[in-house]
């Protein structure tokens, strides 16, 4: 697997992919995503070893020669993250869309009030939960052949690699998948669709602290002190030695 | 090589010119789901025997054809059982509501000559209403050649014919939606011959929804043609001028007397992306005429 994350990330177990924006903290929903994003291109990615019928290319258009043959020129394939409104592309098939779908993200409880600790100096609780997420990958194509073969592949790819995912990527749990029926949609034309489904549940943790403690310590740095507004502004940066 | 009296099957309603030697279909019933029978007659012969006649079947009025008789001597009706709908979808069946098919009928004698002519599957009418709707279809078709009409090709969708070799799965779908050699439709090529004529569509707003796949577009429109070729959901209209392409999705047409004058099309605007736009239609074709 050839995906890109920050390995040094510590502020979590869950690793961060590389160039994510700055708002997408990892393990959420949007992060989970992208993972499987970037897995499926590559998967996708033209492999001379193991040739498919379709190939993902960060380019859409046609070849001109395209053939839909493995060995030839194969049709490209589009692989999106859902309701991603930014792309240019409009009803691009066949395609992979990646998203949450088939239900919500809970936080499930493993203790009493998820409580696990709790620090007694500065009164600090630490809290822990699985969040589970379910995911639907929609697999679309203009036949139904097509979608249903492109399922398939999908679906073998989550379930053969499901276990390197979940040690890899530091998720808890990764669901089998299951497959629905291939069905069809109107858009343009008449659309096939076959999604899979799964669930993938990851650490959640967080922590709280009494603002009482907090006060106090800020006291007690600021009357030591001979530059107050200083010491604001360490506080605030935390960069000073308190 | 017969000399075909017409290139387009609704040059066959125009008027038989005096003194010519022709053969006409007089007769297409269905008898579903099983048969049809077709009946002809030569008109203007010099001989009264020693005709020898072929007669040929496709889903198209430009073909290609498929032959069901040759050379018969002095034959005037066939009845086309060759409808057995098989599995492997190889030959046509008869059980879809709106199911097209085209009979061509050639005629050779050795001092008459040679002549041909087309007649697609539809109910007969008396002499004087057959006139009617031929004056109906020509005003129709005036209308949208001088009109509001511009140049359009109509691919019909083959429902039978040679299975695809590259992406047929055994149970008769196509694994590829873009294969080249059927265009995702299970039978090689996929559509028949084009078939050329005049059109008119309405204008109307390209809707944006907002789906799982981003920002999906839809672009429904009305469109007004002859009855010529009659076509059928999944059949697709170029038109030339723009090389926009259109996905049949409903068909009401305008009868009198149970026979076609004219069509009115619900079609859908196909995504550039679609396998359509890579059949090959000849854009600067000039329709013919009555």
Known sequence: ?242 | MPVPTSQTIWKHDSPPKKGLFRVEITRTTALWPRKVYVQWIVREPKNPSGHLFSVYRSGSAEGPWEELLKDAADTYYLLDNNFPAPEDRTSPGLFSLRRTIYYKVVVTHTEDGTAETIKKLEADLPRRQRGIVRKLRRDAAVALKKGSGTEVAILKRKWWGEPCEECKSAVGQSTRGHCKECNGTGIVHGYWDPVYGFATRSATPVNVATENQGNVESHQVEVKMLDIPEVERYDILVFLRDNERYIVNQVVPTEIHTVNVHQELAVSELSRSSREYAIKVDPWRDPEWF
Not at chain 1, 35 to 48: D, M, P, S
Not at chain 1, 137 to 149: D, I, P
């Open chain 1, 1 to 242: 697997m050839s995906i890109r994350t920050n390995q040094n990330w510590r502020g979590n177990a869950l690793p961060r992919l590389q160039d994510e924006g700055p708002d997408v903290f990892p393990g959420s929903p949007l992060a989970v995503i992208g993972l499987w994003v970037f897995a499926l291109r590559e998967r996708f990615k033209h492999n001379v070893a193991y040739p498919l019928p379709w190939m993902w290319e960060h380019e859409l258009r046609p070849d001109e020669q395209e053939d839909s043959h493995p060995d030839g020129h194969p049709r490209k394939i589009h692989i999106e993250s859902a309701y991603n409104t930014e792309k240019p592309v409009r009803n691009y098939r066949p395609y992979i869309v990646v998203g949450k779908g088939g239900g919500s993200t809970t936080a499930d409880k493993v203790s009493v009030n998820n409580f696990v600790g709790r620090n007694q100096y500065t009164g600090k609780k630490a809290y822990h939960c699985y969040a589970t997420m379910p995911m639907l990958l929609e697999c679309g194509a203009e036949s139904s052949g097509a979608s249903s073969t492109i399922g398939d592949t999908v679906f073998d790819f989550v379930l053969a690699t499901r276990e390197i995912f979940r040690t890899d990527f530091g998720l808890h749990e990764i669901t089998s998948p299951v497959m629905s029926d291939t069905i069809p949609k109107e858009d343009d034309k008449e659309i096939w669709i076959t999604n899979v489904q799964f669930q993938v549940q990851y650490d959640k943790r967080w922590a709280t602290e009494p603002i009482a403690p907090v006060l106090r310590e800020i006291g007690l740095a600021i009357r030591g002190r001979q530059n107050v507004s200083q010491t604001f502004v360490d506080i605030a940066l935390r960069d000073g030695d308190d």
